[in-house]
T-cell receptor, first 112, second 119 residues
């Protein structure tokens, strides 16, 4: 069966460290993968997109990698800040579909 | 003003009642979506629409119906609410209709959500 897995346990890190979140998938061949941020009680907000033929994408303190062989994406936040505390969702888009399939998200807590 | 708005923001209702959740957008997008979010289950797609005449079921459409009144408006109805429909509901929009042949990344823009409680 098709699955998208994100670590359900919260990631708790010290301010200034790099946070690394994982998104694994099985039985999908996504055209691209997106990462969203969600704050409590609010809708997800788009952060970054990476295509199947791209290895890495950066935006300011954010970096996303995409390994289609391992079927895994890593999402990094460098020099993390308490304001980065939120839930981060990954989402896959199949080439033949106009829908996104979302993971359940990982909560990040950055301690001051 | 927000690009994607949802009303109401919170609603408490009783089992068996009919409920309508409304979504409006000013982004000019053709595609609109309704999701529900439950703790630990992530976002699950209920219905999606590519224009007023193109409406499709998502993975969990049973017990729900939708209406696309205009390009900018997409409503979700619970004909007879039940307690396991208690959840956070999100509307989202993305790009042009696929038939336009315009490449789109399907980045979705979400509304603020409606918290629905069915007693």
């Amino acid at each position: 069966s098709q699955k998208i897995e994100q670590n359900s346990e919260a990631l708790n890190i010290q301010e200034g460290k790099t946070a690394t979140l994982t998104c694994n998938y099985t039985n999908y061949s996504p055209a691209y993968l997106q990462w969203y941020r969600q704050d409590p009680g609010r809708g997800p907000v788009f952060l970054l997109l990476i295509r199947e033929n791209e290895k890495e994408k950066r935006k300011e303190r954010l970096k996303v990698t995409f390994d289609t062989t391992l079927k895994q994406s890593l999402f990094h936040i460098t020099a993390s800040q308490p304001a980065d505390s939120a839930t981060y969702l990954c989402a896959l888009r199949m080439d033949s579909s106009y829908k996104l399939i979302f993971g359940s998200g990982t909560r990040l807590l950055v301690r001051p | 003003d927000a690009d994607v708005t949802q009303t109401p923001r919170n609603r408490i209702t009783k089992t068996g009642k009919r409920i309508m959740l409304e979504c409006s957008q000013t982004k000019g997008h053709d595609r609109m979506y309704w999701y529900r979010q439950d703790p630990g289950l992530g976002l699950r797609l209920i219905y999606y629409s590519f224009d007023v005449k193109d409406i499709n079921k998502g993975e969990i459409s049973d017990g729900y119906s939708v209406s696309r009144q205009a390009q900018a408006k997409f409503s979700l109805s619970l004909e007879s609410a039940i307690p396991n429909q208690t959840a956070l509901y999100f509307c989202a929009t993305s790009g042009p209709h696929p038939k336009q042949g315009i490449t789109s990344t399907d980045t979705q823009y979400f509304g603020p959500g409606t918290r629905l409680t069915v007693l």
